[in-house]
């Protein structure tokens, strides 16, 4: 607990030590989103005996979406500590609010820039990767009848056999 007792009445000392709370409190969601945002853990893993099939889930939210969702969280709690004044111009709230803006467009703007690739991404699989009317299994069933018509040592069915398809790993 970090303070021992809270006093019944209200005088300066209290609010003092709200006020102490409050600031650790803040304090600690900062220094966890700037963690989130260097991409590190908040408690390391601990490494005492390597074993080969102990599996750890990522938390590095590294992703843009993930950066500007936290760089936003900072700029908000940063607005709410009053005693919040740096003296470096790039990093006071109104460079961090602009920062946090121009984070938010260009982030809008790739994804807006990317959804025609989403998109002629989505149509390739389906041509390619369709189960029995995409492009990859009607090459093997095409490789299947070369092999039964002239043979697996014909030179027909060897030169077909060279060109590989395959599937995506799921």
Known sequence: MLIKKIPYHFDTGFFYELKFVKLLFVNKNIETIALKLQGKRATPITKTTPSPTAKTISTSQQSYDMKYD?????????????????????????????????????????????????????????????????????????????????????????????????????
């Open 70 to 170: 936290n760089m936003n969280k900072m700029a908000q709690l940063l607005a709410t500590i009053t005693s919040y004044t740096p003296n470096e111009t790039d990093v006071k709230l109104p460079a961090i609010n602009t920062l946090v803006a121009s984070m938010k467009t260009q982030n809008k703007a790739v994804s807006t820039a990317l959804q025609p690739v989403v998109t002629a991404r989505n149509t390739r699989n389906t041509i390619l990767y369709t189960d029995t009317t995409g492009l990859v299994d009607i090459a093997k069933e095409v490789k299947k009848y070369i092999k039964s018509v002239n043979g697996p040592k014909s030179p027909e069915f060897k030169q077909a056999s060279k060109i590989k398809f395959t599937k995506p790993r799921k």
